[in-house]
């Protein structure tokens, strides 16, 4: 029999989506991927370098549990550089990936029957990875005409004294959301006040637009620093998704019990893939640029093309490589037997009618809209823009 705890997970509706996705293209049909949540950037050559360095120079086996000490020590220097902030190598931990970091944060501070209030439109393994831990998810809707920033009299309203923490990602999946500094200050302060923990995601940090920049919500005051748990990557920085190397930063007994209970699940993360990370953080400021420069373009792009198709709204987001357009004026409308009454309508006939793949706004607790990842090359977009208008100019 299978546990009550795992039995009781939402299966991943884009997982469920993408074997959909794989099978029309095992039939050699061109479907165009606008549904990838990672860069289609190859690992930068220099990292990957390191990689082999690292194999043939032996460095293949266990390091310490919370990942090597050099590394350690380059995410303080990260931190010290980006954000002025002092962090010690015992207040940083190294996961496989930031996915387990956020794990790892979750089982070290919340009991069963504590609340984390999560902002929605959300990456959906937030409340999976919450429930895990026997913690209640505490949903709060963010509005999409201001563009899904943190509201926080919504927050505030929602707060109790089971509130463990609050966790927030910014620049943010799927909205693209990047969050003000004067929000994130308004947060703080609730956090020092009702003695929660912020729990801040900024895994696509280097992804911001309009000549903006990621804040980090830790380096607002020594006070907010010592409630904040900061998670962070080189997956999606650094083009490194399946080298699954990911890291927190905080409060140094947070840390410690991350580290503990690392240790007994996963003993510690690859190792020559952490070596190849210290090269990432070190040297790839030109990569970074030039990455975000591209996706800055595409990310223009792709919001003009659908706003100028009728009946579409999708406001420009500030960050990360996704829009999420609204499409709930086509609820209702048809086009030979494909009717579209929700978000999963609408993603089976762009996939079935024009060989696009996006993905349901469902699945991240956006119910009228599509998630669209501009991560795939410009050329590509313009034909699936194509494609889609036609698609879209089909329904009556
Ligand atoms: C918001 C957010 N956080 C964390 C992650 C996971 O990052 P990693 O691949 O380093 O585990 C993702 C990946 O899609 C994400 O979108």
Redesign the pocket.
Same mark, same amino acid.
């Given at each position: 029999m299978i546990s009550k705890r795992v039995k009781e997970m939402i299966p991943s509706v884009t997982l469920a989506q993408s074997e959909k996705i794989a099978m029309l293209k095992k039939q050699g049909i061109n479907v165009i991927g606008f549904n990838i @949540?990672e860069p289609d950037f190859n690992t930068p050559q220099n990292i990957i370098s390191k990689a082999k360095e690292a194999y043939d120079l032996g460095y293949t086996k266990y390091t310490p549990a919370a990942g090597l000490i050099e590394l350690r020590e380059e995410i303080c220097n990260k931190f010290k550089k980006e954000y002025d902030l002092d962090y010690s190598i015992n207040e940083v931990i190294v996961s496989s @990936?930031?996915?387990?970091s956020?794990t790892n944060a979750l089982m070290a501070i919340v009991d069963p029957g504590d609340e984390v209030i999560v902002p929605t439109p959300c990456?959906i393994s937030y409340i999976e990875m919450i429930k895990l831990t026997g913690g209640i998810p505490v949903l709060v809707e963010m509005d999409e005409k201001g563009g899904f920033d943190l509201d926080i009299d919504r927050i505030k309203v929602k707060i109790t004294d089971k509130t463990k923490a609050v966790l927030i +990602?910014s620049p943010n +999946?799927p909205t693209g959301a990047v969050y003000k500094k004067n929000d994130l200050e308004k947060l703080g302060r609730l956090a020092v006040h009702n003695n929660f923990y912020i729990i801040s995601?900024e895994?696509?940090e280097k992804l911001v637009y309009d000549g903006e920049s990621n804040y980090c919500t830790a380096s607002i005051s020594e006070e907010i620093k010592d409630r904040t748990i900061t998670i962070n @990557?080189v997956?999606k920085s650094y083009a490194m998704?399946g080298w699954?190397i @990911?890291f927190a930063v905080g409060p140094k007994k947070i840390i410690k019990a991350m580290s503990d209970y690392q240790g007994h699940t996963t003993t510690s993360p690859n190792a020559p893939a952490q070596y190849a990370s210290i090269e990432a953080l070190k040297n790839s400021e030109k990569f970074v640029e030039d990455m975000r420069k591209e996706f800055e373009k595409r990310r223009q792009y792709i919001v003009n093309r659908l706003n100028e198709m009728p009946e579409i709204n999708c406001f420009m987001p500030k960050g990360a490589f996704y829009v999420m357009p609204n499409i709930k004026n086509f609820y209702g409308r048809q086009y030979k037997n494909y009717i579209i009454n929700n978000p999963m309508d609408m993603c089976d006939y762009l996939l079935e009618e024009s060989r696009i793949a996006v993905v349901t706004g469902a699945a991240f607790l956006a119910p009228d809209n599509i998630r669209i990842s501009y991560s795939n090359s410009l050329e590509n977009i313009k034909e699936g823009m194509n494609r889609m208008e036609e698609a879209l100019n089909k329904l009556k």
């Open positions: @949540g @990936g930031a996915k387990q956020l990456w +990602n +999946n995601d895994i696509y @990557g997956s998704t699954r @990911g």
